[in-house]
């Protein structure tokens, strides 16, 4: 019971309300008032999952039928009946190189999800393998003062997600480092705010692709000597820029709109600048600047598909890329896995910053 | 001015109602308060002249927009003086300060601190010699005096209003301040609540008998904590407009206080003058 109850809180504080009636379900536990609000909770989303499912089938298959109808048209219209046939054929027998290539069917795309996974048990089994026959050559190579044998094999799609996850992390940390001290020295003058502002108008706008060639410009010239790969360099560093603006903004207005209060109580104790600025106006602006940590990371997440992409650094942005360009006969479907992989992934984040907003933030008012 | 003074100690007063400059804490002389409006200057006090003297418990009456607030904020060092001055113990203040504390009607605790940080932000920085412990139990002490014992280590924003406005009381004591300032502390309170904190107030005073300047708009809780009510004018430029002494003995309590036979002469005294 009592576990049961400090469950429902944890989940209800990440925002995860949902499970817990869900887990009554399943115990059991259901109340006859407690009825509306599952159905309000958990039948209607879950309905709404499954209409939207059954759309998709729908829409994959008008597409699908719309190209095949084109392409039989297409053979008779060049090459006569004959042809038409044959293509009708080919196309009924799921051929690859006559199908039609449209949006892949929900049916599909979860095929490719299989078969993602698939590859990447291969890949690390490789990669084990791989590491155990190199261990004994690499110890001597190190001894001998050479470089070890690394594993230069193609990532796979698990290894996508890492790469991109890790290039998030790094650039949100950089957005971080940058954005909340310099967000506290604007807030704290007013003369560094009006200096800043046209900075933070201008530089808040642009888009990701433009901070991506700036970064590179620099980026390239300064490491101009080492040949090492810089194109995680490079997009972590433009993720950073793009997504730390929100951050800048409500730091200097958590920090600018202390309640008077409490700079009232800090000037009758006479409050030194760092007891000021520590114990009452950093705690005071928490919770702002931690809604600005919540959309810094949200939008980090989202350019960096598209950063990349550009970058050519490897991560899920770069995979749906490559799929793209690929034109295998699932590539399509594999874009659509990555598309959902993104907004799942993007969703959880978002959680995990709401939890621990939730956590630091002193009054318990449900952050959103 | 019609100031009846009546010195206990029977000292000599001075022809103008003036006290013995040994025996004042605080002292507003000519004091002047402009506020600039987008309609012009609005003068909001003006040749406002109070002292009050060590170890007195002082409230003021007055109505809403006269200036009250104005005046106390004034005193605390908040709010820019526009003329004349304002000296404590014959010092001219600049600024706010630790010798003057304050308690606002909003009890403005750090919600994100306990109550006994919330005490020992001000203790930390009056007594920075003491050692850890000695502050430590400065803060307790107080906190304990207003009846919090049980509430030390939680949070300033988990306590109900009147709870956080005993740890308002507590740091403004524990900070041993010559005066302290009070802004209609009691004023968001239910009136059960708000006797609990008025005994809670004058318990402490009794005690420490620190000079104590409280604004209120309860003619009965004027009456009941003060040595005497001072009742200022209604503005623009609002000055003193009467002092009434309350010469009941201390300690006092709420029911003698109620029985006392001058207890509805002075009642009819100030609600007569806020009544013209
Ligand atoms: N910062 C300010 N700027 C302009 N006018 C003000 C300001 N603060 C208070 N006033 C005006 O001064 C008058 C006195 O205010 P206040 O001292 O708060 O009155 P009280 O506390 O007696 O109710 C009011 O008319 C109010 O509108
Ligand atoms: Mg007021």
């Given at each position: 019971m009592k576990q049961s109850i400090t469950l429902g809180k944890i989940t209800k504080f990440m925002g995860l309300g949902f499970l817990s009636s869900l887990k009554d379900l399943f115990t059991g536990k259901l109340e006859k008032e407690d009825y509306v609000n599952f159905?309000?909770?958990?039948?209607?989303?879950?309905?709404?999952?499954?209409?939207?499912?059954?759309l998709w089938?729908?829409?994959?298959?008008?597409?699908?039928?719309?190209?095949?109808?084109?392409?039989i048209e297409k053979a008779l219209n060049d090459q006569g009946p004959a042809a038409a046939e044959a293509m009708r054929e080919c196309i009924a027998s799921g051929d690859v190189s006559c199908k039609p290539n449209t949006l892949p069917s929900p049916t599909q795309v979860w095929d490719s999800y299989k078969s993602l996974l698939r590859d990447h048990n291969i890949i690390s089994a490789d990669k084990a393998a791989f590491i155990e026959k190199t261990?004994?050559?690499?110890?001597?190579?190190?001894a001998e003062g050479k470089d070890a044998i690394t594993y230069t094999g193609r990532p796979s799609f698990v290894d996508q997600i890492f790469r991109s996850l890790k290039t998030v992390f790094a650039g949100f940390l950089l957005a971080l480092v940058i954005a909340v001290p310099l967000g506290i020295f604007i807030g704290l003058s007013p003369t560094l705010k009006s200096s800043f502002n046209w900075f933070i108008q201008i530089f808040k706008p642009v888009s990701p692709v433009v901070w991506y060639l700036l970064v590179f410009m620099i980026v390239k010239t300064l490491l101009i000597d080492s040949n090492e790969d810089s194109s995680f360099t490079i997009s972590f560093i433009s993720v950073g820029l793009c997504s730390m603006w929100a951050t800048l903004v409500n730091t200097a207005m958590g920090v600018s709109s202390v309640d008077k209060d409490y700079i009232n109580v800090a000037k009758v104790l006479k409050l030194g600048n760092f007891q000021k600025i520590f114990k009452v106006?950093?705690?005071?602006?928490?919770?702002?600047?931690?809604?600005?940590?919540?959309?810094?990371?949200?939008?980090a997440w989202m350019v960096l598909i598209a950063i990349e992409l550009l970058a050519q650094s490897p991560g899920l942005g770069l995979f749906v890329w490559e799929e793209f360009q690929n034109g295998a006969n699932d590539s399509n479907a594999k874009i659509i896995v990555a598309m959902f992989v993104i907004g799942i992934i993007g969703f959880l984040l978002d959680r995990l910053m709401l939890t621990i907003q939730n956590w630091v933030s002193f009054d318990k008012t449900d952050a959103i | 001015m019609a100031t009846i003074i009546k010195d206990k100690t029977n000292v000599t007063l001075t022809e103008n109602g003036l006290f013995p400059s040994?025996?004042?804490?605080?002292?507003?002389?000519?004091l002047k308060k402009v506020y600039p409006t987008p309609k012009g200057d609005y003068v909001v006090l003006e040749d406002l002249n109070l002292q009050i003297k060590k170890e007195e418990f002082v409230t003021i009456i007055g109505h809403s927009g006269c200036g009250k607030t104005t005046m106390l904020s004034m005193i605390a060092g908040l709010n820019p003086?526009?003329?004349?001055?304002?000296?404590?113990?014959?010092?001219?203040?600049?600024?706010?300060?630790?010798?003057?504390?304050?308690?606002?009607?909003?009890?403005?605790?750090?919600?994100?601190?306990?109550?006994l940080q919330n005490v020992l932000l001000g203790v930390n920085q009056v007594f920075p010699d003491a050692t850890k412990k000695q502050r430590n139990d400065i803060a307790k002490y107080y906190l304990q005096k207003v009846g919090l014992e049980d509430s030390f280590n939680k949070r300033a924003s988990d306590l109900s209003q009147g709870m956080q406005q005993r740890v308002g009381i507590a740091r403004a004591f524990a900070?041993?301040?010559?005066?302290?300032?009070?802004?209609?502390?009691?004023?968001?309170?239910?009136?059960?609540?708000?006797?609990?904190?008025?005994?809670?107030?004058?318990?402490?005073?009794?005690?420490?008998?620190?000079?104590?300047?409280?604004?209120?708009?309860?003619?009965?809780?004027?009456?009941?904590?003060?040595?005497?009510?001072?009742?200022m004018t209604s503005g623009p430029k609002a000055k003193i407009g009467d002092v009434l002494d309350i010469d009941f003995e201390?300690?006092?309590?709420?029911?003698?206080?109620?029985?006392?036979?001058?207890?509805y002469k002075y009642r009819k005294h100030l609600i007569d003058f806020l009544e013209h």
């Open positions: 159905l309000r909770k958990v039948v209607v989303p879950l309905a709404s999952v499954l209409l939207f499912i059954g089938h729908m829409g994959s298959q008008s597409l699908y039928n719309i190209e095949a109808e084109f392409k261990a004994a050559l690499n110890e001597k190579r190190i106006v950093l705690p005071s602006s928490l919770p702002l600047i931690f809604t600005g940590l919540k959309i810094t990371l949200s939008v | 040994s025996e004042v804490m605080l002292d507003l002389k000519n003086i526009s003329g004349g001055n304002i000296s404590v113990l014959g010092k001219h203040i600049k600024g706010p300060g630790p010798d003057r504390g304050v308690i606002f009607q909003a009890p403005s605790l750090m919600p994100w601190m306990t109550a900070i041993k301040p010559k005066v302290l300032l009070l802004d209609e502390p009691f004023g968001m309170l239910d009136s059960l609540t708000r006797g609990e904190l008025q005994d809670i107030l004058i318990e402490i005073w009794n005690k420490e008998k620190i000079t104590a300047v409280m604004i209120t708009h309860d003619v009965d809780e004027a009456i009941f904590l003060a040595d005497r009510v001072v009742m201390r300690p006092r309590t709420r029911k003698s206080v109620l029985e006392h036979d001058d207890y």
